[in-house]
Structures are given as structure tokens and as C-alpha cells.
């Protein structure tokens, strides 16, 4: 009975990616680098404030200070843009990475486990963009033999897989129960996310897995992180908004594994051999 539900389930998820397969891609990447756009628009908004915070918290001195903001800013805006546009992508990427470095650092993440698992999940979405960009560029030497199968590409798409399934792990921290209900929508969360969240890691029905998350995310990210409901001049505003576009660009990193696969290293992949 079960496999008969999963079986209609594969077939309306497939429906659904033939149908929207000319967009999806785009949408993917947009996703993906939602948080690193709005985080570039709050840094020139809140330009003074942020060079204040990181002058005050490392005594670096204005100068210093303010470049930390102005790669912030256009580090993040730039490259975010290029790939939309899919050019330049390694090297958006690479300024993406940097920018993901010098925050850990630059805010005290790293001694943050929640935030700092935030971020290394947002590498995960940037590591299967650089894992796309790879494979375009074999696509150009079409006659050329390679050896492993563009092993290096699938590799990183494991990686990637396995780091944006690191944001499910932050959750367990937010269980504080001071919402009974709130905290009953986390509970399911977790109960209903975990395994899917399991089969995206080791590719087993992946785009089944990772098209039930996408829709479990987005509806659970409005419910959870309505940063609209909130003055913008409270600093609840601000650590809601970030989660919001954090767990969008997650979202964003499923989706380039509902539309480009899991890659060579999966169980989906090596039951085409059996």
C-alpha cells in the first residue's frame, strides 16, 4: 500500500517538473541567493549601525570598519546577480564563500553553534551552484573522454546535499516551549522533515523527498518567520527576517536537487545499475 503511495506520489511530482521546467532552474538560483541579496540591501540601509557594531566589537578603526561593510554590501549584491544571470558563476561563488568566511567571523559566529550551522548550511546551496557550473563546463568539450564520470561534480553534490540538510539541526535548538503551539508545528516539523531531510542526504528518492520539503519549508517558513509582522525597528524584526531568507535559500538548494538530480553519488543513482 505504501509503495502504491509513493509510486502516485512520483508520478505528480514528476508531472509537476515537466511543468514547470523551463523556470524552475531560475527559480532555484533565486532562492538560493535570496539571503545574500537581502543581507546586501540591510547592509546599505543599516550602513552606520553595521560599521558602528564591528568597529565597536573588534577595535578596528572606521577604515576598516567601513570595508567590512562595503565588501558586505557589494560582495554580496554583485555576485548574487551574475548568477542569476549564469555568468561568472565560480567566481561569484568564490566572493559568496568569502563573504559567508568574514560574517562567521566578523559577527562571532563561529562560536555560535545555531548560526554557525545556519551558514555552513547556505555553503551547501553555494557548493551544488559551483557543482553546476562544473558540469556546464564539461558540456563543452562533449567529445572530449573524462575519467570517473565528472567524479569531482558529483562529489560536490553529495556535499552540497548533506550541508543543507545541516539547517534541520538548528531546529532542535528552538525547541523552547513557549508557544505550546508553536512549539507542536516544530515538533511535526521535525517528525516529518527529518527522514525526508535523511532521504536528500543519501539520495534515496530524492526529488520526491526534496519536492515534500520544498512545499514543508515554504509554508512552515511563512508560519514561523513572518518578519512583515513585526516593526522594523525592533531587533525581533531583523532575527526573523534572517531566518526567513535563510530558510529560503535552503529551499532554494532543494529545489536545484528537484531540478538537476542528486548527483552520481546516491542510492537513486546506483539502482540504475542494479
Not at 42 to 55: D, G, L, P, V
Not at 256 to 270: C, I, Q, R
Request: net charge positive; charged share 15%.
Amino acid at each position: 500500500m505504501s509503495a502504491e503511495i509513493i509510486k502516485k506520489l512520483e508520478e505528480h511530482s514528476d508531472t509537476v517538473l515537466r511543468k514547470t521546467k523551463d523556470y524552475l532552474p531560475f527559480l532555484s538560483r533565486l532562492c538560493l541567493v535570496a539571503t545574500f541579496m537581502e543581507d546586501g540591501v540591510r547592509m546599505w540601509y543599516q550602513w552606520k549601525e553595521q560599521s558602528n557594531y564591528i568597529n565597536h566589537h573588534w577595535g578596528c578603526g572606521t577604515f576598516l570598519s567601513t570595508m567590512f561593510v562595503v565588501y558586505n554590501l557589494f560582495g554580496q549584491l554583485i555576485p548574487s546577480v551574475l548568477v542569476l544571470a549564469r555568468k561568472y558563476v565560480k567566481v561569484s561563488v568564490g566572493l559568496l564563500f568569502g563573504v559567508v568566511f568574514i560574517q562567521t567571523v566578523g559577527y562571532g559566529i563561529l562560536f555560535d553553534v545555531r548560526f554557525l550551522l545556519r551558514n555552513v548550511s547556505l555553503l551547501g546551496g553555494l557548493v551544488l551552484l559551483l557543482a553546476e557550473s562544473m558540469g556546464e563546463a564539461k558540456t563543452m568539450f562533449a567529445g572530449v573522454p573524462t575519467l570517473g564520470e565528472n567524479r569531482p561534480q558529483n562529489y560536490m553534490q553529495l556535499a552540497g546535499r548533506v550541508l543543507i540538510c545541516l539547517m534541520f539541526l538548528t531546529l532542535l535548538g528552538e525547541m523552547s516551549f513557549n508557544n505550546a503551539f508553536t512549539e507542536f508545528v516544530r515538533a511535526i516539523e521535525l517528525i516529518v522533515g527529518l527522514p525526508l531531510m535523511i532521504c536528500v542526504c543519501i539520495g534515496y528518492k530524492t526529488k520526491l523527498a526534496s519536492c515534500c520539503l520544498v512545499f514543508w519549508l515554504f509554508f512552515l517558513n511563512i508560519y514561523l518567520n513572518p518578519f512583515w509582522m513585526y516593526s522594523s525597528s525592533r531587533a525581533m524584526h531583523d532575527f526573523v527576517k534572517y531566518d526567513f531568507f535563510q530558510t529560503l535559500s535552503v529551499i532554494g538548494g532543494l529545489l536545484y536537487v528537484v531540478t538537476n538530480g542528486p548527483g552520481g553519488v546516491s542510492f537513486d543513482e546506483h539502482k540504475k545499475n542494479w
